[in-house]
């Protein structure tokens, strides 16, 4: 059974910083696009942004200039470092990951999710 942890949530004052990271383990072959994404309570889930086995990444145009997403494939984990943080961010935020198992099987994985809370 393949899983996605994700951790390094928190609470944190406006302008604050946190890195948050997501692993991926199980019987896993391959992972193609790894992706954050957030939702706020009573909204929707909302895109933060994807980045490719290759490296090439994409952000939501709320989040450009103070969030970051990287992996490290090795690993099978993919991080995203938050910086500047408002209180406009505060959500929990989910790990997605497009997952290629053993056996050549292909699914889409969610995390649980990691709380982020960002007061003034």
């Known amino acids: 059974q393949v899983q996605l942890v994700e951790s390094g949530g928190g609470l944190v004052q406006a302008g604050g910083s946190l890195r948050l990271s997501c692993a991926a383990s199980?019987?896993?072959?391959?992972?193609?696009?790894m992706a954050w994404y957030r939702q706020a309570p009573g909204k929707q889930r909302d895109l933060v942004a994807t980045?490719?086995?290759?490296?090439?990444?994409n952000y939501a145009d709320s989040v450009k200039g103070r969030f970051t997403i990287s992996r490290d494939n090795a690993k099978n984990t993919v991080y995203l470092q938050v910086n500047s943080l408002k209180p406009e961010d505060t959500a929990a935020y989910y790990c997605?990951?497009?997952?290629?198992?053993?056996?050549?099987?292909?699914?889409?994985?969610w995390g649980r999710g990691t709380q982020v809370t960002v007061s003034l």
């Open positions: 997605q990951a497009d997952i290629i198992l053993s056996g050549n099987y292909r699914r889409l994985i």
């Open positions: 199980g019987s896993i072959a391959s992972i193609n696009t």
């Open positions: 980045i490719t086995s290759a490296g090439t990444t």
